[in-house]
Each structure stands twice: as C-alpha cells, then as structure tokens.
Antibody, heavy 120, light 111 residues
C-alpha cells in the first residue's frame, strides 16, 4: 500500500517561501509521476505541479514563476517550494501520485493534506 | 470557480441510490475518457473511486459506478450506507494549459 505524508510549517509570513515535503512509503518515487495539489475555500482544488524521477516536470502556468519541486530519491521524498507567498496561497496542500498518463490521468494515492496559512 | 460543475450537495436515505453529476465541456469531460472520482471524509486523504469514467480500482465497492454522456460524467452510489457520507470530487483530463481540471465537490448526506 502506497502512503504519502506531507510535512512542513503550518504558518508562513507574506513574501516568504512556503516549503513542504512529501514522504512516500510503500512505493518508489522513481516510478510514475507525482503532484502537488492545493485546496482553498475560494478556489477549490487546484493542481500546482508534477514531477517524475526521469526529470519531467510541469507547472500550473499561474504559479510557474514561483514554484520548484526538488526531489530526494535517497529519502523517497519530493518537495514543494513556493516563493513570494501571499494570503491567496493559504490552502490545504496535498501531495499525490499522478497524473497517470498511461490510464485516465487519475491520482491514485493522496496524502492527508496539510494546512498552510500565510499571515504575518 | 471550478472548471467542472458539481451540485453542492445531495442526500439520500440508507439503501437508496444517488447520482452526482460533473459537467464540463468538449475540451475536458466530453473530449476524453479520462474522468475520475474521489471520496473524501473530513480530515482524510481523498480516495480514488473511479478512473477512466467507468473503471473501479481494486478494493472499491461495486456500489460505486461511473458513466458519461456528452460533456457530463456521473457517479452513482447504490445501496447507500452511512459510511458513504463524505465529499465527492470529479477530475478530468483537459486540453487546457494544465493536465487536469477539478470539480468543486459535492457533499453527500445520508439521512
């Protein structure tokens, strides 16, 4: 059973960098694609970005200039770094396995999510 | 404002069947057989129920079924149980600048 767990600060100051890590167990991040997705009251669910171990990455155009997804294969982890945050970035952040390009672009495993609040 | 439209809430009594719709356009729902459905209980991770419009992952009850007609996909839950009370979301592949778009979610209440 693949399990994902998000970790990181729950409070970030405006203009600073939001940093979250997703630790994967029960499966290797060297396979398939892995995404960050967020959910805010005002905008619903929003796909942020995906990465693959092979180096393929894609970002939501609305966030592309502020997002990176570092990978640490030795720890089976991938991260999200979102810089220059504002209150609009307050949301529950999820990591998930997917999209599955060989099937129906589904996300078959998700973390429980972590609430990040942007506030001074 | 979500790209895919779902009813905010639906309800049903135990044993009944309910259907949740997910309406998009020819650029997403109508253009691909790539609609998936998820169940989310409060504070829990979303769980994949349906992928490729009609397929169920191993371990998902056959009380959950999916279908599509034109630009609208549907999730049907038969034999409603109290444990089905949760939020349900649809996701579709899209021709847009992102690989997927999301529905706004539907809260299912089991009366």
């Amino acid at each position: 059973q693949v399990r994902l767990q998000e970790s990181g600060p729950g409070l970030v100051k405006p203009s600073e960098t939001l940093s979250l890590t997703c630790t994967v167990s029960g499966g290797s991040i060297s396979n398939l694609y892995w995404s960050w997705i967020r959910q805010s009251p005002g905008k619903g669910l929003e796909w942020i970005a995906y990465m693959s171990y092979g180096g393929s990455t894609s970002y939501n155009p609305s966030l592309k200039s502020r997002v990176t997804i570092p990978v640490d294969t030795s720890k089976n982890q991938f991260s999200l770094k979102l810089n220059s945050v504002t209150a609009a970035d307050t949301a529950v952040y999820y990591c998930a396995r997917g999209p599955n390009f060989w099937s129906g672009y589904e996300f078959d495993y998700w973390g429980q999510g972590t609430l990040v609040t942007v506030s001074s | 404002q979500s790209a895919l439209t779902q009813p905010a809430s639906v309800s049903g009594s135990p044993g009944q069947s309910i259907t949740i719709s997910c309406t998009g356009s020819s650029s997403d729902v109508g253009g691909f057989n790539s609609v998936s459905w998820y169940q989310q209980h409060p504070g829990k991770a979303p769980k994949l129920l349906i992928f490729e419009v009609t397929k169920r992952p191993s371990g998902v009850s056959n009380r959950f079924s999916g279908s599509k007609s034109g630009n609208t996909a549907s999730l049907t839950i038969s034999g409603l149980q109290a444990e089905d009370e949760a939020d349900y979301y649809c996701i579709s592949h899209t021709r847009s600048t992102t690989p997927v778009v999301f529905g706004g979610g539907t809260k299912l209440t089991v009366l």
